[in-house]
Every structure is written in C-alpha cells, then in structure tokens.
C-alpha cells in the first residue's frame, strides 16, 4: 500500500536532493523538521505509527444519521436553514425551534447503530495501541457511534449530542431526554439555561490545542465521510501536508478540498474503510 504521491518521471532529481538533505539533516536531534518529516514520510512505506483521523457525517450516513450537504442536494441543510437552527442568535430568538431540532436529532441517535466503518476504526485504534502505535480520532459528529463501537478518546470537535450545558454554571451532564426551555439545571438550580452540548455556528470549536498538537505528531492523516466545506476541519488536510504528512481522502462524493490529499478512495464507508484499515494493518 503506498499513501504517498506517486513520482512523475521528472521528479527523480528532485526526489533525490530531499533524500540527500535528508541525510544531511539525520543527525539532528528530536522535533524533527517539516523537510525531515516530508522525505521520511515518503521514504518509508511501512505501517504508519501516528494516524490522524477526522471523520463526518458520511461515516454516520449508514446507521441512519442524516448528512448536512450531498450533491443530490438531499442533506439537512438542503432542508432547513442552518442560521435558524444552529446559532447562538437563533437560540437566542427562538429557543423552542432549536430544541425540537435537535430533540429529533436525539432521538434519531438513540435508535441507531455503528456500523462497519465505526467498527473498523475502533479496531485500528486497538491494533495500533498494540502495536505502540496511536491513533487519534477527532469526528464533528455529535453522536457517539464512534464509542459504541469501541473506540477510545474520541475527540467531539463540535460537542455532544446527548450532553446537555447550563449557560448559567457551565456544569456539562449526559442527557437522554428532550430538552426544554423550562428544564431546570441539576448542579446550580437556574431554569431556561440548558442548551445541547454542541457547537453552533459562529461559535469556537472544542479541544482545538489537543488537535493541532495531535496532527503535527502523526505520520498520516485520513479524513472520511467529510464534505471539506466547514472550518475549521476543512483546513487540517493543508495543515497535515505543510507538516508533510501523507493525506488521504475516503468518502462517497469528492469533497470541495479534494485536491488536497495524496490519496482519494470512494465509496460507501461500510465498505472502503474496513478495506482501508485492513490494508493498514496488513503492512
Ligand atoms: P457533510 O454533510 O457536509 O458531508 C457529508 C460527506 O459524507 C459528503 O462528502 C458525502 O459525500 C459523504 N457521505 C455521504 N454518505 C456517505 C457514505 N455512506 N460513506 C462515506 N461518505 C459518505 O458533513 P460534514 O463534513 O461532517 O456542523 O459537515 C461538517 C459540519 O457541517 C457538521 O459537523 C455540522 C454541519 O453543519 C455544525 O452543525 C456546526
């Protein structure tokens, strides 16, 4: 399996002047820099030790979980207007249509599965600890098949779905239920402050110091089921080559930042990533 670009015929010269700075450069100690992690990266072909994956909702599309945007104009947002259902001002206007959104959302959640491209990922990241290897998973999804699948340490980048926070006292509790303007926070007691877990539009990403630092350590970054249209996620496949990571793509339709990755495989996620991690553990 080779993740790397392949070499057009004209780029031997310059292959070989990275290989020979490369020597020049291999004694240095630690914190390898981005050069040095450019031509290691494409020199050795063997399993990758650090994976960066970010998933989207199109690895969730097969358990049932809507995607937002599709080029059959068939996503949430082809429906309904994101600037009235996921903003702080629209929770702010009219907090009833915001929590019967995202009510149903719950719901829908509660009676879906993982599926096999969740499994696959939870199996990687047993493999790969293992084998002393890492695997980091960040997902902007707000539900959590990645868990109940079996993967560790998921980082929600855009919250939780079955989290519930109090703008009052900041308290975050597991909540099951529909959420109501008149629920009553059980750690400070204020009613009308809770709010879903999640991150709206306008609003700062979750853990974002965890994932930079997560992505400069890796060898590989993967992105699936992602449409490369919101920021800040969009931007991690420039991030991971100006580290000189290799990049790959795994989704169903291209998306808007394909030209970005190495490596693009297309197809429904129940079946290119167990095919993906299956080539990754083979070596
Ligand atoms: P999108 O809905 O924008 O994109 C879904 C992607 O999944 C597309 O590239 C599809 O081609 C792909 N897809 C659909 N079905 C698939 C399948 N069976 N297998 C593999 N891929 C499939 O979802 P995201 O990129 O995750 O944010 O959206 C990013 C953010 O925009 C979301 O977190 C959400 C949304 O607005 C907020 O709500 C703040």
């Given at each position: 399996?080779?993740?790397?670009?392949?070499l057009?015929?004209g780029?031997g010269?310059?292959?070989?002047?990275?290989?020979?700075?490369?020597k020049?450069?291999y004694?240095?100690?630690a914190?390898a820099?981005?050069?040095?992690?450019?031509?290691?990266?494409?020199?050795t072909?063997t399993?990758?030790?650090?994976?960066?994956v970010?998933?989207g909702?199109g690895i969730s599309?097969e358990?049932?979980?809507?995607?937002?945007?599709?080029?059959r104009?068939?996503?949430?947002w082809?429906?309904?207007d994101p600037m009235?259902l996921?903003?702080p001002?629209?929770?702010?206007r009219?907090?009833?249509?915001?929590?019967?959104?995202y009510?149903l959302?719950r719901?829908?959640?509660?009676n879906?599965?993982p599926n096999?491209?969740?499994?696959?990922?939870a199996?990687?990241?047993?493999?790969m600890?293992?084998?002393?290897g890492?695997?980091t998973l960040v997902?902007?999804?707000?539900?959590d098949?990645?868990e109940?699948a079996?993967s560790a340490?998921?980082i929600?980048?855009?919250g939780?779905?079955l989290?519930a926070r109090c703008?009052?006292?900041v308290?975050v509790?597991?909540?099951l239920g529909d959420l109501?303007?008149?629920?009553?926070?059980?750690d400070?007691?204020?009613?009308?402050?809770l709010?879903?877990?999640v991150?709206?539009?306008?609003?700062m990403?979750?853990?974002m110091g965890?994932i930079?630092?997560?992505l400069r350590?890796?060898?590989?970054?993967v992105?699936i089921?992602?449409?490369?249209?919101?920021?800040p996620?969009?931007g991690f496949?420039a991030?991971?080559?100006a580290?000189?990571?290799?990049?790959?793509?795994?989704?169903l339709?291209a998306a808007?930042?394909?030209g970005?990755f190495d490596?693009q495989?297309?197809?429904?996620?129940?079946v290119t990533?167990?095919?993906?991690?299956d080539?990754v553990?083979?070596?």
């Open positions: 399996m080779s993740f790397g670009r392949k057009a015929d780029d010269g310059h292959y070989r002047e990275l290989i020979s700075e490369a020049n450069r004694h240095r100690p914190a820099c981005k050069l040095d992690r450019l031509v290691l990266a494409r020199k072909p399993m990758p030790q650090s994976i960066f970010l998933t909702a599309a358990s049932g979980l809507g995607t937002f945007r599709d080029k104009g068939e996503g949430i082809a429906k309904f009235k996921a903003t001002e629209a929770f702010a009219d907090p009833e249509t915001v929590l019967a959104f009510d959302r719901r829908n959640l509660l879906a599965e096999a491209a969740h499994r696959a990922l199996r990687l990241g047993q493999a600890t293992e084998r002393g890492r695997l997902t902007q999804n707000i539900d098949l990645h109940r079996g340490r998921v929600h980048m855009h939780e779905l989290k703008d009052g006292c308290a509790r597991p909540w109501s303007v008149s629920d009553v926070c059980p400070c007691g204020r009613a009308g402050a709010r879903p877990h991150v709206w539009f306008g609003e990403p979750m853990r965890e930079d630092r997560a350590k890796a060898d590989l970054f992105a089921g992602t449409s490369g249209a919101v920021y996620a969009a496949v991030d991971a080559r580290c000189g990571l290799r990049t790959c793509e795994i989704n339709d808007d930042n394909a970005l490596e495989r297309l197809g429904p996620a129940s990533v167990p095919a993906w991690v080539e553990l083979d070596g």
